[in-house]
């Protein structure tokens, strides 16, 4: 489907749907506020491990626009998204399909923000950094909305990269460039995200089918996804530990990530082993909700270590 045709629909289902009296905290919803989080908390950590300083106000600046760069992602994805989130049960209550925001109100909302964030922290911060922004925000919504998503199940490995770089974005807004240690952060994130989503989505399966989503469970059946997720979470145990192994993290951080490596692999194979039933369905959320943990330990132990070397 072409976007001339997509809009065209959407303008059409827009004359059905009431829209145009969202609350504050529709447009809120549109941001994505959850991923949001994960996006500022990732980039502020990948900024303050970067060598060299920023000004505490150009840092607070840069922090805002790419969580505002996040949120607009977030907005124009929900708009392109629509038909799917009026099938599924976990998103049919997002503001579009609830009809509280007509398509074409998201739409210009998210194109707003694109623009506002990326001119900002190109003009106040540097142009590296606005445009390193503004290829992530392309990238989520173009590459992984528009075309992977809907066209192959490698759609969440491929696309997993936009919500990698939010930490390398941050290593931009003061250094100028991005490095070696920069794209180790990438990396853990990059390997974290597809053993983290597909166990969701081995729990939401009927939800994607029924959406005609080529998610991994869906077109390859759930026996190979839970033999991917294994596969990652082994892939993902060294390359958690790569800061260490870079020099740039503690051997204390090194084997805080060899625990919880090793932890990850360890439900990951519950998950393999567990194929039926609510034992099924316990050992896929026990995955989804560690990786949270397992993620955020990480990310707050590096950015603890570099709080304390500033000291």
């Known amino acids: 489907m ?3 045709e997509r809009q065209d629909m959407l303008d059409q289902d827009s004359a059905v749907w009431s829209g145009g009296e969202g609350a504050v905290s529709d447009y809120v919803a549109l941001l994505k506020p959850r991923v949001m989080s994960l996006v500022i908390f990732t980039a502020f950590v990948g900024m303050m491990m970067a060598p060299g300083s920023i000004h505490p106000v150009l840092g607070a600046v840069a922090i805002l626009c790419i969580a505002i760069g996040a949120g607009a992602s977030g907005a124009l994805n929900m708009w392109y998204d629509a038909d799917i989130d009026e099938v599924m049960s976990r998103t049919k209550k997002r503001p579009i399909p609830a009809g509280k ?14 623009v506002g ?10 142009w590296f950094a606005g445009a390193f922004l503004a290829f ?8 992984y909305t528009m075309w992977l998503k809907r066209s192959t199940p490698q759609n969440i490995v491929i696309g997993g990269a936009a919500g ?3 930490p390398m974005v941050g290593w931009a807004a003061v250094t100028g460039g991005v490095s070696l240690e920069s794209f180790a952060l990438f990396l853990i994130i990059f390997m974290w995200t597809p053993p983290h989503f597909w166990a969701l989505a081995l729990v939401k399966n009927a939800d994607y089918t029924a959406a005609k989503v080529p998610m991994m ?10 033999h991917q997720i294994l596969l990652y979470s082994i892939l993902l145990a060294p390359v958690g530990m790569a800061p260490y192994f870079l020099g740039f993290a503690s051997p204390i951080y ?8 090793a932890a990850f692999i360890g439900f990951a194979a519950d998950l ?4 039926e039933g609510d034992a099924a369905r316990k050992a896929c959320m026990n995955l989804f909700k560690f990786s949270i943990l397992y993620l955020f330990s990480l990310f707050a132990l590096l950015l603890g270590e570099s709080l304390v070397a500033g000291i």
């Not at 001119?119 to 540097?126: A, E, M, P, S």
């Not at 469970?217 to 839970?226: C, D, H, I, L, N």
């Open 272 to 275: 393999w082993r567990k194929r």
């Open 117 to 126: 964030s990326v001119l900002t922290l190109g003009l106040l911060v540097n």
């Open 136 to 143: 992530t925000i392309f990238f989520y919504v173009v590459v």
């Open 254 to 261: 090194g084997g805080v990530a060899a625990v919880f490596g």
């Open 164 to 166: 990698a770089f939010p």
């Open 101 to 114: 925001i007509t398509p074409n109100e998201a739409f210009a909302f998210g194109m707003m923000l694109s």
């Open 217 to 226: 469970p869906v077109v390859a059946g759930e026996t190979s996804t839970r």
């Open 2 to 4: 072409s976007l001339v």
